[in-house]
């Protein structure tokens, strides 16, 4: 029963390089959602998809692109990084939107810009 | 409870102890609350919910207190064990697909 996948665990990226982060959950939820954590603030969501075929800003959207690929996928893309975007990336999911339901969440994605 | 500063509030109980955290949060229009762990290395893993309409909701060996009144809500755990080492934070949703999270508290439990 994986849940939500996350890959890479762990990357390192130099200013100015570009990445993909991949998410793949696998509960047929229709809600997708993209948060970094940096510490000692909150969870901060960057993009979300309520539903496949659409995808929304969140709170820090800027320097960042998604893609819902399928009802399963949802990536995360830096064009262009920067140190600033050094942080450990969240992929989640629910069945439907944040109202009255939880989010299940991958195991992250640790990114370093040096 | 919450903090504005770089380290997370610590919260260290015996083992066998009855441990109760914390949170203020900042939306009357929230309507939907939920507590989250999070192990060392893992995600946040979703440990139960609680709606405006209610004031009290257990799990097992955990249970969620709301206040209304004052923005509070507080998840207690029973007989913490050294696997409820974490940290724990707080999210209150106010609408379809607005979540807010707190930073969280870090609980240690002493064998």
């Known amino acids: 029963n994986a849940g939500v996948t996350q890959t890479p665990k762990f990357q390192v990226l130099k200013t100015g390089q570009s990445m993909t982060l991949q998410c793949a959950q696998d509960?047929?939820?229709?809600?997708m959602y993209w948060y970094r954590q940096d510490p000692g603030m909150g969870l901060r969501l960057i993009y979300y998809?309520?539903?496949?075929?659409?995808?929304d800003k969140g709170e820090v959207p800027n320097g960042y692109n998604v893609s819902r690929l399928n009802k399963r996928e949802f990536s995360l893309r830096l064009e262009s990084a920067a140190p600033s975007q050094t942080s450990v990336y969240f992929c989640?999911?629910?069945?439907?939107?944040?109202?009255?339901?939880?989010?299940?969440f991958g195991d992250g994605t640790r990114l370093s810009i040096l | 409870g919450e903090s504005v500063g770089l380290h997370l509030p610590t919260l260290s109980v015996q083992e066998g102890d009855n441990s109760i955290i914390n949170c203020a949060y900042s939306n009357s229009a929230s309507d939907y609350f939920i507590w989250y762990k999070q192990e060392s290395g893992k995600g946040p893993q979703f440990i139960i919910d609680?709606?405006?309409?209610?004031d009290k909701r257990q799990g097992q060996r955990v249970t969620v207190l709301l206040n209304k009144t004052v923005k509070h809500l507080s998840l207690q755990i029973a007989a913490t064990q050294p696997g409820d080492s974490a940290v724990y934070f707080c999210a209150e949703g106010a609408g379809y697909q607005k979540v807010t999270f707190g930073i969280g508290t870090k609980l240690q439990v002493i064998p």
């Open positions: 609680i709606r405006s309409n209610m």
């Open positions: 989640a999911s629910s069945k439907q939107g944040v109202n009255n339901q939880p989010q299940h």
């Open positions: 509960m047929n939820h229709n809600s």
């Open positions: 998809s309520a539903s496949e075929g659409t995808t």
